[in-house]
């Protein structure tokens, strides 16, 4: 197969998961226009309403038209497969990211929708209904916002930089990660929290932010992760990835960052782990 007939195949996907993408954020604005969806706690505390799983499926079926037998992971119809997933051709799904802002009527949710083959993530599309935004990336061709290209920030000291990260459902999960926020305080410009991590990379990828840390799962990441890497940003772990796992794949202490802010931050966050 040639470079050419590569780059229009992934150009081929990703035009179909821009379509589907808005398709779902068409949904959950009239979902949340019609504001009769109910909401229960998954494990963990975790939110989910039955519009993240009548999206998920809405997705699910798109993408089983259009590319049958495909593997697919997605938070709300097969969470179970989590990292383990083996699969050549793989989808990884987030019907909604950032679902406790849709049901509190926020503007930062997502539709995030990523493909990987063999491993390595090669189309992402985070699609932001209430924002009005689609950032798009492939494998080799850059990254867009709305058809325009992005490009991440020129930061290249702490004290400029801005940060986004998240926290766990689970209290008892979050004391550890005081000292890492500490240590950002201190150190760096700002912080930000907008309850969407896809979102979150994608503004690292168009320079909104410059820096952003996290644990996730991987529907949380996948799409978001190729369309920073693709701008420009420097994606990577802060801990090195088990062999099992696809380093794409693996959602545990991620970082993205403009390059001139990287390496300062991840010496930021390991120092502060080992206090």
Not at 1 to 21: E, G, H, N, V, W
Not at 101 to 119: C, D, K, P, T
Not at 165 to 194: M, S, W
Request: charged share 25%; glycine share 8%.
């Amino acid at each position: 197969m040639s470079d050419q007939t590569f780059d229009d195949t992934l150009q081929a996907r990703l035009k179909i998961a821009i379509s589907i993408a808005e398709e779902a954020g068409q949904m959950i604005i009239q979902a949340r226009e019609r504001q009769g969806f109910s909401q229960r706690l998954k494990k963990d505390n975790e939110l989910v309403t039955d519009v993240d799983v009548a999206v998920d499926q809405l997705i699910s079926q798109r993408l089983e038209e259009h590319f049958p037998g495909e593997a697919r992971l997605s938070e709300e119809l097969a969470p179970e497969s989590a990292v383990h997933v083996q699969a050549a051709q793989l989808w990884v799904v987030d019907p909604i990211d950032g679902t406790v802002n849709f049901a509190q009527g926020l503007r930062h949710v997502a539709v995030s929708i990523g493909w990987m083959e063999e491993g390595i993530a090669k189309v992402g599309v985070v699609h932001a209904p209430f924002l009005g935004e689609t950032f798009s990336a492939a494998e080799g061709a850059g990254a867009v916002c709305n058809d325009q290209p992005i490009q991440p920030s020129s930061a290249d000291s702490l004290a400029n930089t801005l940060v986004g990260t998240g926290f766990p459902y689970r209290k008892e999960g979050r004391k550890h990660l005081l000292k890492r926020l500490e240590a950002v305080l201190i150190e760096c410009q700002d912080i930000r929290r907008n309850g969407a991590a896809a979102l979150d990379l994608c503004d690292v990828a168009c320079g909104r932010l410059d820096a952003y840390y996290e644990s996730v799962s991987p529907w949380d990441f996948v799409a978001g992760w190729v369309i920073a890497r693709e701008a420009g940003a420097r994606v990577g772990h802060l801990y090195e990835p088990p062999k099992s796992v696809p380093e794409d794949l693996y959602p545990e202490h991620l970082l993205v960052a403009a390059p001139g802010v990287y390496d300062a931050m991840a010496y930021l966050l390991l120092d502060a782990d080992q206090r």
